[in-house]
């Protein structure tokens, strides 16, 4: 299951986490990300272990959505050594999005 990640927990999980990350902002209202939550599921699924997988709803973290200058959602931050390293908008299929994580996996 993919990772609730909030204001509290988002340095810890994220920037200090040695594996690579990969954060979907999204929101309940949004189709887009509706449509895009069983690949997120999955990804936290099948990279377990690998890399961290999760989410940040931008209504209920609005600062996390405004530092990472989130314009439209879903958007996809992937995160090495603490930094954004890759990035996505719109709903995009698990290849599409598993392409791009295992780049940044050791």
Excluded: H
Excluded at 13 to 35: R, S
Excluded at 64 to 73: N, P, T
Aim: charged content about 30%.
């Amino acid at each position: 299951m993919a990772t609730t990640l909030t204001k509290q927990n988002f340095k810890e999980l994220v920037l200090d986490n040695d594996k690579p990350a990969l954060v979907d902002f999204w929101a309940v209202w949004c189709g887009p990300c509706k449509m895009l939550t069983p690949t997120i599921e999955e990804l936290a699924k099948n990279y377990e272990g690998k890399a961290l997988v999760g989410k940040v709803n931008v209504d209920d973290e609005r600062a996390l959505a405004q530092e990472y200058r989130i314009m439209s959602i879903p958007t996809l931050y992937f995160f090495k050594n603490g930094k954004v390293v890759d990035q996505m908008v719109g709903a995009r299929s698990y290849e599409d999005i598993a392409r791009v994580l295992d780049k940044y996996i050791d």
